[in-house]
């Protein structure tokens, strides 16, 4: 049972060091909406939103003002080299089939991000 315990944490220990995200601090002071320059947007302070570049965002304060985003997908994947990964913009998610048979998904080995 510890050694399950042990595999699942360095699983997940990966994707956490890995995440792929930026901070937005160039936000006007004193404004209560961030702008998105991907999707040419303005949000309100505290909502969250996925943008049209599969980022994860949110307008927040912190300090002050800024725009919080991360991938909303993972980065690095690793798959059997019998498949292939092909990414879907519209619903951010890593398809993965074998290479000759587009009709037989794989299942990803690991992923982090």
Not at 2 to 19: D, E, H, I, K, T
Not at 28 to 34: E, F, L, Q, V, Y
Not at 85 to 95: A, L, M, N, P, V
Not at 97 to 111: F, G, L, V, W
């Amino acid at each position: 049972m510890r050694s399950l315990v042990l595999g699942v944490l360095l699983c997940a220990l990966p994707s956490m060091l890995n995440a792929a995200c930026f901070v937005d601090q160039t936000q006007t002071p004193g404004k209560t909406h961030c702008w998105d320059s991907a999707d040419k947007t303005w949000y309100a302070v505290g909502y969250n939103w996925r943008n049209r570049n599969c980022m994860n965002c949110i307008c927040r304060y912190g300090i002050k003002l800024e725009m919080r985003c991360c991938h909303a997908y993972p980065t690095s994947i690793k798959i059997p080299d019998d498949c292939v990964s092909e990414f879907d913009q519209k619903t951010c998610t890593h398809i993965i089939h074998k290479k000759d048979d587009p009709s037989t998904e794989c299942r990803i080995i690991s992923a982090a991000g």
